[in-house]
Antibody, heavy 118, light 107 residues
Framework: QVQLQESGPRLVKPSETLSLTCNVS????????WSWIRQSPGKGLEWIGY???????NYNPSLKSRVTISVDTSKNQFSLKLSSVTAADTAVYFC????????????WGQGTLVTVSS | AIRVTQSPSSFSASTGDRVTITCRAS??????LAWYQQKPGKAPKLLIY???TLQSGVPSRFSGSGSGTDFTLTISCLQSEDFATYYC?????????FGQGTKLEIK
């Protein structure tokens, strides 16, 4: 059974870059699409983007200029970088696997709260 | 982006009740809709995709229906573990978008 676990700094300063990694266990990262989704009180659940194991990506237009998602198949993990963060980027960040053919999400990681503050 | 609106935002019910949550999309999305359940401090859990297909392992008291712009999630006989927040999500178009959530509380 595939399990996902997010890791990374919980506190990021304004204007800096938020970096998170999602480790995939119990299955291969290959042949699937992998997403980042965040949840904040103000914006609810927001899809950030996805990456295919081959490296192709698709990002939410609202974040596209600041987002980079990458994959490391040798480590069975994928990563998120969000640049120039502000307080509005404070949220719980989840990684999740996309459905076989469509953008529903299962399973999800437990989520990690990232706070943007000086 | 396609907007997805849920109603009600919250409501109270009792165990054993039959409850229905509604989700409306701002444009037709065929059957490209999923439902999730989220409990405090936990990640959302997929219940239903393709508007009415139950995810493996999800109890049969959960059901979904609808197509186009109007959808419903029904819980036929509420159990104590069903009190949670429920979200719908469209995946007809990019970016995928979520409803604002419906919080189901114990009466």
């Amino acid at each position: 059974q595939v399990q996902l676990q997010e890791s990374g700094p919980r506190l990021v300063k304004p204007s800096e870059t938020l970096s998170l990694t999602c480790n995939v266990s119990g299955g291969s990262i290959s042949s699937y699409y992998w997403s980042w989704i965040r949840q904040s009180p103000g914006k609810g659940l927001e899809w950030i983007g996805y990456i295919y194991y081959s490296g192709s990506t698709n990002y939410n237009p609202s974040l596209k200029s600041r987002v980079t998602i990458s994959v490391d198949t040798s480590k069975n993990q994928f990563s998120l970088k969000l640049s120039s963060v502000t307080a509005a980027d404070t949220a719980v960040y989840f990684c999740a696997r996309r459905g076989p053919a469509h953008n529903w999400f299962d399973p999800w990681g437990q989520g990690t709260l990232v706070t943007v503050s000086s | 982006a396609i907007r997805v609106t849920q109603s009600p935002s919250s409501f109270s019910a009792s165990t054993g009740d039959r409850v229905t949550i509604t989700c409306r999309a701002s444009q037709g999305i065929s059957s490209y809709l999923a439902w999730y359940q989220q409990k405090p401090g936990k990640a959302p859990k997929l219940l239903i995709y393709a508007a009415s297909t139950l995810q493996s392992g999800v109890p049969s008291r959960f059901s979904g229906s609808g197509s186009g712009t109007d959808f419903t999630l029904t819980i036929s006989c509420l159990q104590s573990e069903d009190f949670a927040t429920y979200y719908c999500q469209q995946y007809y178009d990019y970016p995928p978008t979520f409803g604002q959530g419906t919080k189901l509380e114990i009466k």
